[in-house]
């Protein structure tokens, strides 16, 4: 697990956690520059690596990409339907996708793309005009994404 740490707001920004063994990937952290940034790495059991790289240099969606647990993806497109699915690893996974555009510096406006529960959780929602970006907050397992036209 890895959040920031700020005593004004205790445990009110989680940046990453997971119950995979083999986690390699990217999450989405906002910082306003007003203060050091501060991280706690909670890993018993295992190393992390932390690696720092501006929203610049994030991969490209194109028509579609895979991957597993977090990750940041840019999406340049035309509107289109986003469809995903999830092949959890775990009982219960939890599957989380946002949509982010910059408001301003540090910050991000995120629109709830899908938050769901299920064993094989299979969806099919509207993807707003790039660029923004695809956030893959939570997925305990090897997930899909594939950009589609608008019906």
């Known amino acids: 697990?890895?959040?920031?740490?700020?005593?004004?707001?205790?445990?009110?920004?989680?940046?990453?956690?997971?119950?995979?063994?083999?986690?390699?990937?990217?999450?989405?952290?906002r910082h306003d520059d007003r203060s050091p940034l501060r991280l706690r790495v909670h890993a018993p059991d295992r190393a992390w690596k932390l690696t720092f790289r501006p929203v610049s240099v994030v991969e490209e969606l194109g028509l579609g990409a895979t991957g597993r647990g977090r990750d940041v993806l840019l999406?340049?497109?035309?509107?289109?339907?986003?469809?995903?699915?999830?092949?959890?690893?775990?009982?219960?996974?939890?599957?989380?996708?946002?949509?982010?555009?910059?408001?301003?510096?540090?910050?991000?406006d995120a629109h709830l793309l899908i938050s769901e529960s299920h064993r094989r959780p299979e969806y099919r929602v509207p993807l707003p005009e790039g660029p923004v970006l695809v956030r893959v907050g939570d997925a305990e397992g090897d997930w899909s994404l594939e950009v589609r036209p608008t019906p």
């Open 75 to 108: 999406h340049t497109g035309p509107a289109g339907e986003l469809s995903a699915q999830l092949h959890p690893e775990v009982e219960l996974a939890y599957f989380l996708v946002e949509s982010c555009t910059p408001r301003a510096r540090g910050v991000w």
């Open 1 to 29: 697990m890895v959040d920031v740490v700020d005593d004004t707001k205790p445990g009110l920004d989680l940046i990453a956690h997971t119950r995979l063994e083999d986690f390699q990937g990217r999450a989405l952290m």
